[in-house]
């Protein structure tokens, strides 16, 4: 089978690539960036890559010789006013160049949308489906709630809440049911619809085995991690305000977690259909499907998260555009050093941030996380997706890698801080020198007054960074 995939670096659509591989079906991805193919799996064999921006049709060209797709694309993190638009514009476009292919079935993750009162990304939601339909092709859609899984938005944001909060005070929402599934078993729907007759034209629920309110899966999050927690919900508390609440608290940026509030305060239940009698599975339990996430976090295996989509941060340009620093108008803080073992370094290098942070001034950091986060900013809520390796696209911390190449031994970053201007960072190692240039293109007054306030700071946090970067700790002393 050939299979179109959309959303290709997104989280669901990283994970199900991998997933049909396995099956020995071959791929056609779609991205909009080629500079962001996700490197899991950028040399398979059965994978090729096209660029397409569903939002400029007349540019994209889709082979003609695909037998089944899947429309993977989602846009609730994005701040856009008019998303409701732009999401049915995408869907229309995807409808109209599938439609000139050989296509027999296109497949949509939707989102479970029974209640009469819907949130404007569920009605969205909605919306994309009836777009979607089609008389050349059969569309098969299955609807999800809160989906758990390693990276998941809603994995991590209640892991934020639980692992930072031992007594909540919160809102009202939490007494919300819903029906969450594990991403597993997510993958297995979606995987196994393909082709299956019996579901064109149809639309499933699909769901997990218990009904939770938000209260009750925070409370089984903690048992699992061995914690004890107590939740407070308070009577009325504004949605703006609970919205604020969720970002301070966790990882989510101010536009998602207004969604998640607009979204959360409806019940999302599962209506009963007959999809196991044509897909065969035990969905786990929310319990199962937490550990389950927990051993792919701890083997280090984590393959996507939703952190690593553009929209959840402030970058809005295709990742390329940026890959060459700037030479004029920029303020430049650059610095070097004869490197001792060059395979140290570059380790340093592609390990730095999340957890292991910045090896020097650490506190300063996080200070200025803060700072960024008290202003709207990502702050350092992202962390990272992997421990050990990069690749162009992902989150880290206030940054967002734009090239990691090793072969090259350079690794490129760009700020998505609240900045009066533009900001990287890189570093790249020629022969046996590892430079460390920061470069800031201020935008107006404010931008310079900026860039001079923090000067001060770089003399030594920038050159402790290039010394740990360099000199094995037990050798500084």
């Known amino acids: 089978m050939k299979i179109l995939i959309t959303g290709t670096t ?19 991805c779609c991205v909009r960036d080629l500079n962001r193919i996700p490197v899991e799996i950028e040399k398979h064999s059965l994978c090729s890559f096209i660029k397409v921006d569903f939002l400029k049709p007349k540019s994209n060209i889709i082979p003609k010789d695909i037998d ?62 009836e777009t979607l339909k089609s008389n050349k092709y059969a569309l098969t859609t299955f609807k999800a709630g809160i989906i758990v899984g390693s990276g998941s938005a809603s994995f991590e944001i209640i892991r934020d809440i639980v692992e930072k909060l031992p007594i909540m005070i919160t809102p009202k929402w939490l007494n919300t049911k819903t029906q969450p599934i594990g991403i597993r078993d ?21 769901f997990g085995p218990e009904i939770l309110t938000y209260k009750d899966m925070l409370l089984q999050f903690a048992k699992v991690r061995g914690l004890k927690r107590y939740i407070f919900t308070l009577p009325v508390l504004t949605p703006k305000l609970s919205s604020y609440w969720l970002y301070f608290v966790t990882s989510t940026s101010f536009q998602l977690a207004q969604a998640l509030v607009d979204s959360m305060k409806i019940e999302v239940i599962g209506k009963p259909s007959d999809i196991n009698k044509h897909i065969s599975t035990k969905t786990m339990t929310y319990q199962n499907a937490v550990k389950l996430a927990f051993q792919h976090i701890q083997q280090n295996s984590v393959i996507s998260s939703w952190k690593d989509a553009v929209s959840s941060g402030l970058f809005k340009d295709k ?30 290098i592609w390990t730095i941030g999340g957890r292991n942070g910045w090896y020097s001034y650490n506190y300063l950091w996080k200070l200025r996380g803060y700072i960024d986060k008290l202003f709207g900013g990502v702050g350092l809520r992202r962390g990272r997706t992997h421990d050990t390796y990069l690749e162009p696209g992902d989150p880290l911390d206030f940054w967002r890698v734009l ?59 920038f050159k402790g960074m290039l010394n740990a970067l360099v000199v094995p700790k037990n050798d500084l002393y």
């Open 319 to 348: 990742l390329s555009k940026h890959i060459e620093l700037p030479q004029y108008g920029c303020f430049k803080d650059v610095r070097s050093k004869t490197i001792i073992d060059q395979e140290y370094t570059l380790n340093k």
């Open 68 to 129: 089944f797709a899947y429309y993977l694309i989602h846009s609730m993190s994005t701040s856009s006013k008019d998303f409701e638009d732009l999401e049915r514009q995408c869907a229309q476009n995807f409808k109209s160049l599938v439609e000139a292919t050989n296509c027999k079935q296109v497949i949509y993750l939707s989102g479970i949308v029974n209640d009469e009162s819907l949130s404007k990304h569920l009605k969205s939601r909605l919306q994309v489906e």
């Open 10 to 28: 997104g989280y669901i659509a990283k994970r199900l690539a991998l997933h049909l591989l396995e099956a020995n079906h071959e791929l056609v």
């Open 403 to 461: 090239l990691a190449d090793k072969n090259e031994k350079r690794l490129l970053l760009f700020a998505e801080m609240k900045l009066p201007g533009e900001a990287w960072l890189e570093f790249k190692i020629v022969k046996n020198k590892l430079y460390q240039r920061a470069v800031f293109r201020p935008k107006g007054v404010w931008g310079r007054l900026y860039w001079y306030m923090v000067l001060p700071f770089h003399a030594f946090v």
């Open 186 to 206: 997510v993958l297995t729907y979606l995987s196994k619809a393909l082709g299956k007759e019996p579901l064109y034209n149809k639309s499933f629920d699909i």
